[in-house]
Every structure is written in structure tokens, then in C-alpha cells.
């Protein structure tokens, strides 16, 4: 059977999507984390305008741009204001991949809860190992160092759990005729009025202007916001629309691999038996939703 560029795109855009915790690792030393992400999305907003100028992409009405503002409000200013803050809290970056991570288990509670969504008995099984894999991994962290797992840094990351889970939900009842690129822009819209907010209210816009910031901003504006997205769009082209969203479980493990060989986020055995029971949770929801399809 023939290979097809379309097989080793997924596991590419996994590594990218994963990458965002290291950069923000590496970028965060040397600037405020919400300033940062006002930095970047501004950037991004301008790269997305010149790319529906490119690919002559449909603007969309007033409506529809509203809803996208609230959607990137969540995903982009909730979910990634929540892991940065976190992380310059102190708080692993693998651990902070781990928690958002909960990502498809919370969702699929919230369709449960807000879009009255049966839930299949595996899929109860699936968030109890979830919940108690999550459990396990910030136990063992705390009791090793307990100065790394800032309270409010784990707030934080919970935070951005729910934000995208809930904009998840937003994205998949209001936006199944909206093109990407145009929704993107709008959604970036959404998230520079949540960290413009945050920042000019709470931080000074301090910056250290250092080799290592420059290659991290770089690295998180065309290496995450630009060329991963790019890749989605591909698979999305390519037929991929019914796996991309399984591609992201593989995502926290992703994270945890590279934080151990970057940073020495040495994981216990029990955080990771902990690793393994929240993506077998994952595994558990992910299977009886396609079964249930069927």
C-alpha cells in the first residue's frame, strides 16, 4: 500500500501542537505571559488577514463573527492565558499538559450536561480513570516539590480546561459552516480583548529582549499559530475531518516526553501510572463515542 503524505502529517501536527508548553517555558523567563500572548496573537490576527487575502477566504456576517470573537475568547484567551500563567507560576509544563489534556473527557461532559448527549457506561468508566490519572500525577508532584505546584498555577490550568472544553462545545453547535481561516481571525479578535484586558489591567508589559524570547515568540507564532493550523487545514482537505480530533489526545504525552528530555521533568511511578490511566481514559470516552456512532 502506497504512502500517503497524509499519514505522517497527523503525528507532525501532534509534535507541533505539543511543542506550545516548551515554548512558553523557554519565552516566559523573559516576559509576562499575558503580555506575551497579546504580542503573539497580534501578530498571528495580521498573518491570518494576509492569508484569506491569499486564499480569497469568505468573510462572514455579524452574526457569525460574534460567535467566533466568544469562541476564541475561550480557546485561544481562556485555554492558553490559563496554561501561561501557569506555567510562569512554576508549575511543570508537563503537568500543565497533562490537566488540559482532560480536554475531550470534560468535553464530552459538557455535552452530556448542556446538549443532553447520552453517555455510554464505558464513557463514565473513561472519566474516572481521567479524573484519577490527573489525581495521581499532581499528588506525586506535590509531594516531590511542593514550591512547583503553585495552588493557583493548578486554578489556572483548570481554568483553561474549561475554557476549552466550552469552547469546544460553542465551536461544534455555531460554527459547522464557517471557513477556518475566517473563523480564525475572528476567534483571534476574541482572544486579544482577553489578554489585552488582563494585561494592561494586572502587568507592566515588562520585557527581557533576549536570543531565547525571540526564537520562543517565533517558534509559538509560525510554528503553532501558523503551521500547525496550516497542516489542519490540509488534513481537513485531504479527508482527515472525522480523525482530527483524536489527534489531540496524543498531545499531553507528547508534552511530558519532551519536557522530561528538555527540562528533567522526571516523572515518579506512580504520576506516571497516573500518565497512562488519563490516556486510557481518554481512550475509553474516544472508542465509545465511535462506537456509538456506528
Not at 484569506?52 to 457569525?64: A, F, G, L, M, T
Not at 489531540?248 to 521533568?265: G, H, K, N, R
Request: charged share 10%; net charge positive; hydrophobic share 55%.
Amino acid at each position: 500500500m502506497p504512502f500517503k503524505l497524509t499519514q505522517a502529517i497527523p503525528l507532525l501536527f501532534v509534535w507541533l501542537w505539543s511543542t506550545g508548553f516548551i515554548g512558553a517555558k523557554y519565552g516566559l523567563p523573559y516576559i509576562e505571559p499575558f503580555f506575551m500572548l497579546f504580542v503573539r496573537f497580534c501578530i498571528v490576527l495580521v498573518i491570518f488577514w494576509l492569508l484569506i487575502k491569499i486564499y480569497r477566504s469568505k468573510w462572514i456576517d455579524q452574526k457569525q463573527s460574534w460567535q467566533q470573537i466568544a469562541v476564541g475568547s475561550l480557546i485561544h484567551g481562556g485555554y492558553l492565558g490559563g496554561v501561561f500563567f501557569a506555567i510562569k507560576l512554576g508549575v511543570p509544563a508537563g503537568i500543565s499538559a497533562i490537566i488540559v489534556g482532560l480536554q475531550p473527557i470534560i468535553t464530552t461532559l459538557f455535552g452530556r450536561l448542556f446538549l443532553n448527549q447520552s453517555l455510554h457506561k464505558f464513557q463514565i468508566i473513561g472519566l474516572v480513570l481521567g479524573f484519577a490519572g490527573v489525581s495521581l500525577v499532581i499528588l506525586e508532584k506535590s509531594s516531590i516539590d511542593a514550591s512547583q505546584m503553585s495552588p493557583l498555577g493548578i486554578v489556572a490550568c483548570i481554568i483553561a480546561l474549561l475554557s476549552i472544553s466550552a469552547g469546544t462545545i460553542m465551536q461544534k453547535q455555531l460554527a459547522s459552516n464557517v471557513p477556518l481561516l475566517t473563523g480564525s481571525f475572528y476567534q483571534y479578535i476574541g482572544a486579544i480583548i482577553v489578554v489585552g484586558l488582563i494585561t494592561f489591567s494586572i502587568e507592566q508589559q515588562t520585557v527581557i529582549y533576549t536570543t531565547q524570547l525571540y526564537i520562543a515568540m517565533a517558534w509559538l507564532i509560525f510554528g503553532l499559530s501558523v503551521f500547525a493550523i496550516l497542516l489542519l487545514l490540509y488534513m481537513i482537505r485531504e479527508g482527515e475531518v472525522a480523525k482530527v480530533t483524536s489527534y489531540f489526545y496524543l498531545v499531553p504525552p507528547a508534552a511530558v516526553i519532551q519536557t522530561w528530555l528538555l527540562f528533567d521533568e522526571k516523572l515518579g511511578v506512580m504520576a506516571i501510572a497516573g500518565s497512562l490511566m488519563t490516556v486510557l481514559g481518554v481512550i475509553f470516552v474516544v472508542k465509545s463515542q465511535s462506537l456509538l456512532t456506528k
